[in-house]
């Protein structure tokens, strides 16, 4: 079985303080639960993400070699990046945006 990871330890605290926010943010917390135990599953689940489209800040901060797109609920996005060494697969969790944030984000 695959891991999940977090890419720094703000991201993991606020995934954390999703589950005891207001409606909205506890929806987000199990939409991305749902999405972590699919990645777990099937790391590629997502849709991989173009190089030319990659935010040069996420190559800059994370040195990353991959990226990763997946889809949740009502338009919301959760990007991802795989790491892999011998023993284990390691998905890990960039950030999450909404559809207008990931247009933003991506320049679309």
């Known amino acids: 079985?695959?891991?999940?990871?977090?890419?720094?330890?703000?991201?993991?605290?606020?995934?954390?303080?999703?589950?005891?926010?207001?409606?909205?943010?506890?929806?987000?917390?199990?939409?991305?639960?749902?999405?972590?135990?699919?990645?777990k599953d099937n790391i590629d689940a997502g849709i991989r993400i173009p190089k030319k489209l990659w935010p040069i800040e996420y190559i800059q901060n994370y040195n990353i070699t991959n990226l990763w797109k997946y889809n949740l609920p009502q338009g919301w996005r959760l990007i991802y990046t795989i790491e892999t060494n011998e023993i284990r697969v390691i998905a890990i969790i960039i950030e999450w945006f909404d559809h207008k944030g990931y247009e933003r984000k991506f320049n679309y």
Do not use: C, H, P
């Not at 991201?11 to 199990?30: C, M, P, Q, S």
């Open 1 to 39: 079985m695959n891991q999940i990871s977090f890419v720094n330890k703000k991201t993991e605290l606020l995934f954390n303080e999703l589950e005891y926010g207001r409606y909205e943010d506890k929806r987000l917390y199990n939409w991305l639960e749902s999405a972590f135990k699919n990645l």
